[in-house]
């Protein structure tokens, strides 16, 4: 796993102490690996952090304004290159091979 993008929320109020401006929200990315070489994207998830409280949110338990800070987080974040470096490697190695078949 890996924070893909994180930003603290202007306008997000945080349920459980009421203060502005504190809550975190994070996307994680998540990928799939073989003997911890990175294979393919998993997809992505996302929590929510109070700065003040501690008070933390997985994307099921998110209120609907802190979720809505997550969405458009979302929409901006990409997957990195790297997720796919595994599957990269043997792709160019299968295409060395038979390349090097017919020369």
């Given at each position: 796993?890996?924070?893909?993008?994180?930003?603290?929320s202007?306008?997000?109020?945080?349920?459980?102490?009421?203060?502005?401006?504190?809550?975190?929200?994070?996307?994680?990315g998540?990928?799939?690996?073989?003997?911890?070489?990175?294979?393919?994207?998993?997809?992505?998830?996302?929590?929510?952090?109070?700065?003040?409280?501690?008070?933390?949110?997985?994307?099921?338990?998110?209120?609907?304004?802190?979720?809505?800070?997550?969405?458009?987080?979302?929409?901006?974040?990409?997957?990195?290159?790297?997720?796919?470096?595994?599957?990269?490697?043997?792709?160019?190695?299968?295409?060395?091979?038979?390349?090097?078949?017919?020369?």
């Amino acid at each position: 796993m890996a924070v893909l993008k994180s930003e603290t929320s202007k306008e997000v109020v945080c349920p459980k102490c009421n203060t502005k401006n504190s809550t975190k929200v994070s996307i994680i990315g998540i990928y799939r690996h073989l003997l911890q070489i990175p294979f393919i994207s998993g997809g992505k998830k996302g929590i929510s952090i109070c700065l003040k409280c501690q008070q933390s949110f997985d994307l099921k338990n998110m209120p609907s304004t802190i979720k809505l800070a997550y969405y458009e987080l979302k929409e901006t974040s990409r997957t990195p290159v790297w997720f796919y470096i595994g599957l990269i490697t043997i792709k160019t190695l299968v295409l060395i091979k038979i390349f090097t078949k017919y020369l």
